[in-house]
């Protein structure tokens, strides 16, 4: 059973968290002036993670764990595109880094959600 994956757990943890992450921007955004934005992205990216891993994890038929950091991983995955596509030239650390984060969120937050 721990190679079986949930594919529609997965990815209503990867919509989750990207609306999640979009809506806490948002809000935050309106509500503190604009100059925080950098600071802010960050806190509503490991908001996101850590919601959308939670989904995820909920909605696990087993191993929240799994569930929780593939949806982390595949978020990280989005944002690494929409930061390409935008011209952002992030070194390979960095994206590496924001991979390890978003696992080990995810994957925390599944873990809680699945118990």
Do not use: C, D, K
């Not at 994956?5 to 992450?21: D, E, N």
């Not at 593939?70 to 989005?78: D, F, K, M, P």
């Amino acid at each position: 059973m721990l190679g079986t994956i949930s594919v529609r757990a997965v990815l209503a943890g990867v919509g989750g968290g990207t609306l999640i992450a979009a809506v806490v921007y948002l809000i935050g955004y309106l509500l503190v002036a604009p100059a925080t934005g950098e600071l802010l992205l960050v806190i509503a990216l490991l908001i996101g993670l850590a919601g959308g891993g939670w989904i995820a994890g909920r909605l696990a038929p087993f191993n929240g764990r799994l569930h929780g950091s593939l949806s982390g991983l595949l978020i990280a995955g989005v944002v690494i595109v929409i930061s390409r596509l935008g011209g952002s030239p992030a070194p390979v650390s960095q994206v590496l880094l924001l991979a390890a984060i978003a696992i080990v969120v995810g994957g925390v937050a599944g873990w809680v959600a699945y118990r």
